[in-house]
């Protein structure tokens, strides 16, 4: 029981998506109220470990995403764009969750329940929109909307 209560505490740059596990189980059975009780240890993490699951997730994903995305551009290779597009949505969506503290509810949701959120960096709702739609040939439409972040 320990071992998952320290999973429900532990604060790592995915934590806006796999933490609403713990706020989303309804027991079978569960006559001491186990489940109930690591709900509020998701949200016990210190500022300092938010801050800490955001840095990962900038330095180790985001701005090597970015270095990745100027690369193609320089190389004129822009078939790379589209995924790098979906990458970045799916990265910053979750730096948003970190720094909102808010566990969307389910992966084919991040994006829109991202977007209801408030204090969104500028650039993020335009290219969440290009990622919902699908539309991703355009591939400067990629690069303005990766650029305003």
């Not at 001491?32 to 210190?46: D, H, I, M, N």
């Not at 040939?137 to 303005?144: G, P, Q």
Request: proline fraction near 6%; charged fraction near 20%.
């Amino acid at each position: 029981m320990e071992a998952v209560q320290e999973k429900a505490r532990a604060v790592k740059g995915n934590w806006a998506l796999t933490h609403s596990a713990y706020l989303q189980k309804q027991p079978v059975y569960d006559p001491e109220a186990f489940l109930a009780r690591l709900k509020p240890l998701v949200f016990s993490g210190s500022p300092e470990s938010f801050h800490a699951a955001i840095k990962e997730v900038l330095v180790g994903d985001i701005y090597e995403l970015i270095g990745k995305m100027r690369n193609a551009c320089a190389a004129q290779v822009t078939s790379y764009l589209p995924k790098c597009a979906v990458d970045l949505a799916w990265y910053l969506a979750l730096v948003v969750g970190l720094a909102q503290r808010h566990c969307y509810t389910k992966r084919s949701l991040v994006l829109p329940e991202a977007l209801s959120l408030p204090d969104l960096p500028q650039g993020f709702a335009p290219l969440c929109e290009l990622v919902m739609q699908g539309d991703l040939r355009d591939y400067r439409l990629v690069v303005a909307a990766w650029q305003g972040i």
